[in-house]
């Protein structure tokens, strides 16, 4: 099984940028679809990219054009690239493995999950 830390997340300005890691030990995930979530404060948790083993990606609207996810197989990282922040951006932000290969944007589809890294942006 695959476990999963976060990393990068801080307070930024609205429209700065910044890129979340998702450093993975134990197993290689190269055969893992993988996803990015997020929960706000009194929120529910909200899918925010995907990608398969092959390289498709997956947006919501909320972040279509403004986030990119990508994966290295071979160091065993996930990173999502968030350009133009906006304070309603403000959440931690989760990594998550599914079992399988193929894109899912349903949360119970993931099987294991990091621990999260708070994302700050202010106005």
């Known amino acids: 099984q695959v476990q999963l830390v976060e990393s990068g997340g801080g307070l930024v300005q609205a429209g700065d940028s910044l890129r979340l890691s998702c450093a993975g030990s134990g197993r290689s995930f190269s055969s893992n679809a993988m996803g990015w979530f997020r929960q706000a404060p009194g929120k529910e948790r909200e899918f925010v990219a995907a990608?398969?083993?092959?390289?498709?990606?997956r947006y919501p609207e909320p972040v279509k054009g403004r986030f990119t996810i990508s994966r290295d197989n071979a160091k065993n990282g996930v990173y999502l690239q968030m350009n133009s922040l906006k304070p309603e951006d403000t959440a931690v932000y989760y990594c998550?493995?599914?079992?399988?290969?193929?894109?899912?944007?349903?949360?119970?589809?993931?099987?294991?999950w990091g621990q999260g890294t708070q994302v700050t942006v202010s106005s």
């Open positions: 998550a493995a599914r079992a399988t290969m193929n894109l899912s944007l349903g949360r119970t589809d993931y099987n294991v």
């Open positions: 990608i398969a083993w092959n390289g498709i990606t």
